[in-house]
């Protein structure tokens, strides 16, 4: 069972982040590992079901994502660093669950709602003339919109990553833009090393935008009404982005 964080828990971590940011040694990255080791624990609870992997596996791969974590979190963008880390964990162990299989087993319920919403998004855009929304489809499906992201989430991470597949749906780029062999059909675990390093290389508002619409699948649009720019901005910042860890990854090969 996991402890939650206290308060002197938070503020011991607080610490470490500030001495390992301004002196980083391995002895104080491993202090903040085993702080943190909760994380890790948890988000791997939540995908043991779902695979065949062990726990051990699982484990090792989570730690992979909270390291990584550790090395790029940074206090000025206001996030607490659990809400962080997490989202770096569960990427860690998606990506590592996507190459090695395509058989995550979805709840039966989210199975089944998944080929409902085929039939309702059929109709619907009969009813209305054109694709429906998010809203609409949950509403069509009587669950709530949180619920149909969860299950097409869950069905998202059943297919493995392929390197043709789309970043998002507001750009043409796709993975294999962004790693140095388009002829592999996965991101082995050092591209994806690769990609945190140059990702950390980007201008502060480049990376920011990439993080918004990469790692938090946010609309362009959206992400300029946040950030108080022009989506023309918001997109050319995306491509500037992508073609910068382009170059910078092909370098790196």
């Given at each position: 069972?996991?402890?939650?964080?206290t308060?002197?828990h938070?503020?011991?971590?607080?610490?470490?982040?500030?001495?390992?940011?301004?002196?980083?040694?391995?002895?104080?990255?491993?202090?903040?590992?085993?702080?943190?080791?909760?994380?890790?624990?948890?988000?791997?609870?939540?995908?043991?079901?779902?695979?065949?992997?062990?726990?051990?596996?699982?484990?090792?791969?989570?730690?992979?994502?909270?390291?990584g974590?550790?090395?790029?979190?940074?206090?000025?963008?206001?996030?607490?660093?659990?809400?962080?880390?997490?989202?770096?964990?569960?990427?860690?162990?998606?990506?590592?669950?996507?190459?090695?299989?395509?058989?995550?087993?979805?709840?039966?319920?989210?199975?089944?709602?998944?080929?409902?919403?085929?039939?309702?998004?059929?109709?619907?855009?009969?009813?209305?003339?054109?694709?429906?929304?998010?809203q609409?489809?949950?509403?069509?499906?009587?669950?709530?919109?949180?619920?149909?992201?969860?299950?097409?989430?869950?069905?998202?991470n059943?297919?493995?990553?392929s390197?043709d597949?789309?970043?998002?749906?507001?750009?043409?780029?796709?993975?294999?833009?962004?790693?140095?062999?388009?002829?592999?059909?996965?991101?082995?675990?050092?591209?994806?090393?690769r990609?945190?390093?140059?990702?950390?290389?980007?201008?502060?508002?480049?990376?920011?935008?990439l993080?918004?619409v990469?790692?938090?699948?946010?609309?362009?649009?959206?992400?300029?009404?946040?950030?108080?720019l022009?989506?023309?901005?918001?997109?050319?910042?995306?491509?500037?982005?992508?073609?910068?860890?382009?170059?910078?990854?092909?370098?790196?090969?």
């Amino acid at each position: 069972m996991n402890v939650p964080f206290t308060s002197a828990h938070k503020q011991e971590i607080h610490r470490l982040l500030k001495s390992y940011q301004a002196q980083p040694t391995a002895r104080v990255r491993t202090q903040l590992v085993k702080l943190n080791t909760g994380l890790v624990k948890k988000e791997v609870s939540y995908w043991l079901h779902q695979t065949q992997e062990s726990y051990e596996d699982l484990m090792q791969i989570g730690f992979m994502g909270l390291l990584g974590a550790i090395d790029r979190f940074e206090f000025c963008r206001g996030c607490a660093f659990s809400s962080f880390a997490t989202r770096y964990i569960r990427g860690e162990i998606q990506h590592y669950l996507r190459d090695k299989s395509a058989t995550l087993r979805l709840p039966r319920r989210y199975s089944d709602l998944y080929q409902q919403s085929l039939r309702s998004v059929q109709q619907l855009r009969q009813q209305l003339g054109r694709e429906p929304n998010d809203q609409e489809i949950a509403h069509a499906l009587q669950v709530s919109p949180a619920e149909w992201q969860e299950v097409k989430l869950a069905q998202r991470n059943r297919i493995p990553l392929s390197l043709d597949a789309p970043l998002n749906d507001d750009t043409q780029a796709n993975l294999g833009e962004t790693v140095s062999d388009p002829k592999s059909c996965a991101a082995s675990q050092e591209e994806i090393w690769r990609l945190h390093q140059a990702m950390a290389s980007l201008e502060q508002r480049t990376r920011e935008i990439l993080e918004y619409v990469f790692l938090e699948d946010l609309p362009q649009k959206q992400v300029a009404q946040m950030l108080g720019l022009t989506t023309v901005t918001v997109s050319r910042q995306v491509k500037k982005g992508l073609n910068a860890l382009k170059s910078s990854l092909t370098q790196a090969a």
